[in-house]
């Protein structure tokens, strides 16, 4: 089974779990971590350490990432809420829903108001951040109040460094204008998370 990164590239159940791995290992710094809209994450073992890395995984999937993190004693965090529209437009009619409850005429363009502050609240303890991926059509300023309180969450946490990894991510910082409150910023989406699996990256092995 494989999930859908927002860039379009696979993510694949074994690279999850080799993050997993890599983290119990003590390659990856304690604390949580963030997969696609979710936050996995366990008691750090330093109150100082926390990575957070970030692909987009489909709703669908719970089931499996639930299992997954609870075999391996981690936390989940996953969309609560979502902001759903009648057609893929400005102008669409909007309805913000529990995201068990999105009408079957309609579609989730954005996570919702209470999902922005749960992952808010989880970035803002973090002390390593890894960012890849929009929560929602933000190039829409209707569905764009997701993507922007992560953003500005990541920016607001001055504690950290923080990690932009893709083309739309870094095209979100730079709408929000807070690139400038970025640690580091790389278009690389697909090679970010290759880079973070522990894949060899022909450009990094030349140097």
Do not use: H
Not at 26 to 42: I, K, L, N, S
């Amino acid at each position: 089974m494989s999930y859908i990164a927002a860039n379009g590239q696979e993510i694949t159940e074994a690279m999850i779990g080799s993050w997993c791995d890599a983290y119990e290992r003590g390659e990856f710094p304690e604390g949580e971590r963030t997969v696609g809209e979710v936050v996995m994450g366990r008691p750090p073992l330093s109150a100082e350490k926390t990575t957070t890395v970030t692909v987009k995984i489909p709703v669908g999937m719970k089931a499996t990432l639930t299992k997954k993190a609870e075999e391996r004693g981690v936390k989940l965090l996953l969309p609560v809420d979502v902001v759903c529209a009648d057609k893929f437009a400005e102008d669409a009619r909007t309805e913000t829903v529990s995201v068990d409850a999105i009408p079957a005429d309609m579609m989730g363009l954005d996570i919702g108001p209470e999902t922005s502050k749960l992952y808010a609240d989880a970035i803002a303890e973090g002390a390593t951040v890894f960012w890849n991926g929009p929560m929602g059509v933000f190039e829409m300023d209707a569905f764009a109040a997701g993507t922007k309180a992560v953003a500005l969450a990541v920016a607001e946490n001055q504690q950290a460094d923080t990690i932009i990894g893709g083309g739309d991510s870094v095209a979100a910082v730079n709408k929000f204008d807070l690139a400038d409150r970025m640690t580091f910023i790389s278009t690389g989406g697909g090679a970010s998370m290759e880079l973070v699996q522990g894949e060899a990256l022909p450009g990094v092995e030349a140097l």
